[in-house]
C-alpha cells in the first residue's frame, strides 16, 4: 500500500508542479499583452507635442504599478505551489497518510491518458523539470510497465510466440489509443494487436513514450527497449514487425536505423515498418503555426501569444520535417525560420517500409487529399515513398484518428504481414 500511496501523492505533486508553471507562464504572457495594449495610448500621446511632456511620467508610474502587481501575483503563487511542493514531499518521504485505496481501472485509464496529452505538448519541459507525471518509456501491458526480464516477460505474455508485432502510438498518444472505436459486441473491431494474434499468430506488445520529446530520443529509447525484449523473450524469436500510427511510425523509422547503426540484434529479426498516416515529410499544421508565430512575434499585441505558441514541445516541432535523426535537430534552434536539415536515412537492408496514408477524399489527386490528406497529415507526407526507400504505400478513405482501428486498414495490414507468414 505505501507505493500506491506514494505513487498517488507523487501523481498529485507533478499535478501541481504542472498548474504552478502553467499559472506562471500564462501570467507572464498575459502581463506582456497588457503592457502591449497600454503601450498605443502612451505611444500616440508621445507624438503629440502638447501631451509628450506629461505622458511620459505618466507612462513610467503606471507600468510599474503594473509590473509590481503581476510580479506580487506571479510571486504569491510561487510561494503557494512552493509550498504545497514541499508538504507532499514531506508526506513521501515521512509516510504520514494513511493507506490509499488505487484508482480504479477506468480511472487510472484516464489519468495515463490525461498525462499522455499533456506529455504531447510539453512532454520535454515536464522531463527536465523532473516532474512525477513525465512518462516512461517501455512496454506496457494492462497499464502497468513491463518488466524487460525474461521473468516479466513471461509474467506478462504467458502466450508469447515467435513472431512480435510492436505498435508504437502517436504524438498525445499511449497504448490505449489502439483500442479506439472498439465496438465489445463486434470482433471485427477489436485492436489490430488482437485480431493479428488470432490471425497470424502475431503477439501484440504496445510502446508507450513521451511524446513531446524529440522523435530520434524515443527511436534511441525504443531501440535499446526491442534490444532487451528481444535477448529476454520467452521464446526464440524469429520476427518483428514494427507498427506506428502518426509520429509512431516515425519513431519506428529512428528505432529501426539506430539499431542497425549500433549492430543490434533485434535488427536482424526486423522484417517490416509499417507507418500508419505518418508525416514522413512533416505535418502541415505544424509548419503553419511556425509560420504564423514568426510573424505574430512582429506585431506587440500577438508577440504574448506567438510566446505561448512557442512553448510547445520538442517532439511537435520535429513534425514540421519529419525529423528522426539526431543530425538533423542538434545544435540547432528549433524556432528558427524555415530551417529545414531533414537527412535522406537509408533504409535498413532486408527490411520493408510499408506506408499507408488516409485521405477525406476517395481520389488521390483530389486537391483536398493533396492539401489535408486525412485531415492531419497530407498524403504527400504520408505516401512519401522516396523516404526511407517505401516498396509500397496505399491510401484509404478514413481520416487521422479511424487510421487506428479500421477495417480497411486492418484489411492492408494483414496483407502485408501475410506475405512473411
Request: proline share 5%.
Amino acid at each position: 500500500m505505501t507505493s500506491i500511496r506514494n505513487r498517488s501523492l507523487s501523481r498529485l505533486r507533478g499535478t501541481l508542479m504542472l498548474a504552478a508553471e502553467a499559472f506562471d507562464h500564462v501570467a507572464g504572457r498575459v502581463h506582456e499583452f497588457h503592457r502591449a495594449i497600454s503601450d498605443i495610448p502612451f505611444r500616440t500621446l508621445k507624438r503629440v507635442p502638447v501631451a509628450k511632456r506629461g505622458s511620459e511620467p505618466a507612462r513610467v508610474i503606471h507600468d510599474g504599478v503594473t509590473d509590481q502587481v503581476y510580479g506580487v501575483v506571479r510571486g504569491a503563487a510561487r510561494a503557494l505551489f512552493s509550498g504545497a511542493d514541499v508538504a507532499l514531499r514531506r508526506l513521501e518521504s515521512a509516510d504520514l497518510l494513511p493507506a490509499l485505496a488505487p484508482p480504479g481501472p477506468q480511472a487510472a485509464r484516464v489519468q495515463d491518458d490525461l498525462v499522455a496529452a499533456v506529455s504531447g505538448a510539453v512532454g520535454d519541459h515536464m522531463l527536465r523539470r523532473r516532474n512525477p507525471l513525465a512518462i516512461r518509456f517501455g512496454v506496457y501491458h494492462e497499464g502497468q510497465r513491463v518488466d524487460l526480464t525474461t521473468a516479466g516477460l513471461r509474467a506478462a505474455f504467458p502466450q508469447a510466440g515467435p513472431r512480435i508485432a510492436v505498435f508504437l502510438h502517436g504524438l498525445c498518444g499511449n497504448e490505449n489509443v489502439w483500442e479506439m472505436f472498439r465496438k465489445t459486441e463486434d470482433p471485427q473491431t477489436d485492436p489490430y494487436g488482437a485480431r493479428l494474434a488470432r490471425d497470424l499468430s502475431y503477439t501484440p506488445v504496445y510502446l508507450r513514450y513521451n511524446s513531446g520529446l524529440h522523435i530520434s530520443v524515443n527511436g534511441r529509447h525504443c531501440a535499446r527497449a526491442l534490444e532487451a525484449l528481444h535477448a529476454n523473450w520467452p521464446v526464440p524469436a524469429n520476427e518483428i514487425v514494427l507498427v506506428g500510427h502518426s509520429m509512431g511510425g516515425l519513431v519506428a523509422r529512428s528505432a529501426a536505423d539506430i539499431g542497425a547503426a549500433r549492430g543490434d540484434r533485434w535488427v536482424s529479426q526486423l522484417l517490416q515498418v509499417v507507418c500508419l498516416g505518418s508525416p514522413h515529410l512533416g505535418a502541415r499544421l505544424e509548419k503553419v503555426v511556425h509560420i504564423g508565430t514568426h510573424f505574430m512575434k512582429r506585431i506587440p499585441l500577438s508577440r504574448p501569444i506567438a510566446r505561448l505558441l512557442d512553448s510547445r514541445s520538442l517532439g511537435i516541432k520535429d513534425l514540421r520535417w519529419g525529423y528522426t535523426n539526431h543530425a538533423e535537430w542538434k545544435g540547432r534552434d528549433p524556432d528558427a525560420f524555415w530551417t529545414r536539415d531533414r537527412l535522406q536515412v537509408a533504409p535498413v537492408p532486408g527490411v520493408r517500409y510499408r506506408f499507408l496514408g488516409g485521405c477525406l477524399m476517395g481520389e488521390t489527386d483530389h486537391w483536398v487529399s493533396r492539401a489535408v490528406g486525412d485531415g492531419l497529415v497530407c498524403l504527400p507526407s504520408s505516401l512519401a515513398l522516396d523516404v526511407a526507400g517505401a516498396d509500397s504505400s496505399t491510401h484509404v478513405q478514413i481520416d487521422h484518428l479511424r487510421l487506428l482501428n479500421h477495417p480497411a486498414v486492418y484489411a492492408q495490414l494483414r496483407e502485408w504481414l501475410s506475405a512473411t507468414a
